[in-house]
């Protein structure tokens, strides 16, 4: 499988993280690379969406048959979209409140010895 998308991930670690992501258990690490080599390599996301088909294929054959492959994926990359903006808006939130620390201990220590 042959990948010219320049991502930060390639396309056998993309491969290899497929199963955590239909699992949702991709540690958020992984999930922006993963997310943009998917955007712009067609042979791992047509991979990703195989797996996906076969995964949860096989789960709506056995339960009740029906299955809309394209707006279960959609379903499926929605909340990891969401769970990465949250998990972004967290990293951003600590980052703030850390700076702003250490501007206060920054402010404090010139007051004292300044």
């Known amino acids: 499988m042959a990948c010219r998308s320049g991502a930060r991930m390639n396309c056998k670690e993309f491969e290899h993280r497929i199963p955590e992501f239909l699992n949702q258990t991709l ?3 992984y999930m922006e690379a993963f997310r943009e080599h998917m ?5 791992c996301r ?3 969406t195989i797996q996906f088909l076969v995964t949860e294929g096989i789960k709506h054959l ?3 048959g ?11 990359l929605e909340q990891n979209n ?5 998990h972004q808006f967290r990293l951003s939130s600590r980052r703030y409140m850390i700076t702003t620390a250490l501007i206060l201990v ?3 220590l010139i007051f004292q010895f300044g």
Request: charged fraction near 50%; proline fraction near 0%.
């Open 27 to 29: 540690d958020y690490r």
């Open 106 to 108: 920054g402010m404090a």
């Open 62 to 64: 056995e339960n009740d």
């Open 39 to 43: 955007e712009k390599c067609d042979s």
């Open 66 to 76: 029906d299955f809309d492959l394209d707006a279960e994926l959609g379903r499926l």
């Open 46 to 48: 047509e991979e990703l």
């Open 82 to 86: 969401k769970n990465l903006r949250f």
